[in-house]
């Protein structure tokens, strides 16, 4: 399955964990980061594409004002 072939190796966060608190890790990681629950089942994946066109966008707004 996808967990097993792509994300074995992915750095891992929890869902309570705040998006500032993972740029260090989304920045130095080539795999997406795992979200996990308090049971250590996958709830989902950060992309590192998602996030930086999500900060242009949220900076773009921003240059509008």
Not at 7 to 36: M, N, R, W, Y
């Amino acid at each position: 399955n996808l967990y097993d072939v792509e994300l074995e190796h992915s750095p891992v966060v929890t869902g309570d964990c705040f998006l500032q608190d993972t740029l260090g890790l989304i920045a130095t990681s080539k795999l997406p980061l795992a979200v996990i629950d308090e049971n250590n089942r996958l709830k989902g994946i950060i992309v590192r594409g998602s996030v930086l066109a999500a900060l242009a966008s949220d900076r773009a707004g921003e240059e509008d004002v």
